[in-house]
């Protein structure tokens, strides 16, 4: 992990000239966006030392240009969360496990990326709400399946199976 303490240093010089020439070749690295996504997704041992680097790297990268932080909410949202919702990431029930560290790392990162004012803030909040909205219709259409409509009707419509079938006496 020694290359993400570099890199954070480099980023994080005073002098915003050499700053952004830093995160301009940074960002022509093949790959490397992916792989600062996915160790933030990855739940470190605790406490992670790299985490906080790691944030402010891909802050940094996330604000330096419109495509790189469109990238990054999407490699976040649409590919990071799968690996939580289908389980193979836990996520525990303590606030103090290493998968919610992770997941309020992701959170605060998003958070930190939709707030930041600059002439790319509208997109990235677009990209947000556009993730958020097409979970939401996944979410509709797995829960309002013709079936399911059918169960919970009869579920929520107070009568039980007896009730249902006439009595013949």
């Given at each position: 992990?020694?290359?993400?303490?570099?890199?954070?240093?480099?980023?994080?010089?005073?002098?915003?000239?050499?700053?952004?020439?830093?995160?301009?070749?940074?960002?022509?690295?093949?790959?490397?966006?992916?792989?600062?996504?996915?160790?933030?997704?990855?739940?470190?041992?605790?406490?992670?030392?790299?985490?906080?680097?790691?944030?402010?790297?891909?802050?940094?990268?996330?604000?330096?240009?419109?495509?790189?932080?469109?990238?990054?909410?999407?490699?976040l949202l649409r590919n990071g969360?799968?690996?939580?919702?289908?389980?193979?990431?836990?996520?525990?029930?303590?606030?103090?496990?290493?998968?919610?560290?992770?997941?309020?790392?992701?959170?605060?990162?998003?958070?930190?990326?939709?707030?930041?004012?600059?002439?790319?803030?509208?997109?990235?909040?677009s990209a947000l709400l556009s993730?958020?909205?097409?979970?939401?219709?996944?979410?509709?259409?797995?829960?309002?399946?013709?079936?399911?409509?059918?169960?919970?009707?009869?579920?929520?419509?107070?009568?039980?199976?007896?009730?249902?079938?006439?009595?013949?006496?």
């Amino acid at each position: 992990m020694g290359w993400l303490r570099l890199l954070h240093h480099c980023v994080s010089l005073p002098n915003p000239e050499l700053t952004q020439a830093v995160l301009a070749s940074t960002s022509e690295v093949p790959g490397l966006l992916e792989a600062c996504c996915g160790l933030l997704l990855i739940p470190a041992p605790s406490p992670s030392l790299f985490t906080p680097h790691l944030e402010r790297v891909l802050l940094k990268l996330g604000l330096h240009s419109r495509e790189l932080g469109l990238k990054q909410i999407n490699t976040l949202l649409r590919n990071g969360t799968a690996a939580f919702l289908q389980g193979s990431i836990p996520i525990g029930q303590s606030g103090t496990s290493s998968s919610s560290v992770a997941v309020d790392s992701v959170v605060e990162l998003l958070y930190q990326l939709c707030v930041t004012q600059d002439e790319a803030t509208q997109d990235r909040v677009s990209a947000l709400l556009s993730w958020l909205q097409d979970t939401a219709l996944t979410a509709l259409q797995v829960c309002c399946h013709p079936r399911h409509c059918e169960h919970l009707a009869f579920l929520t419509s107070g009568h039980s199976t007896f009730s249902l079938v006439p009595r013949t006496e």
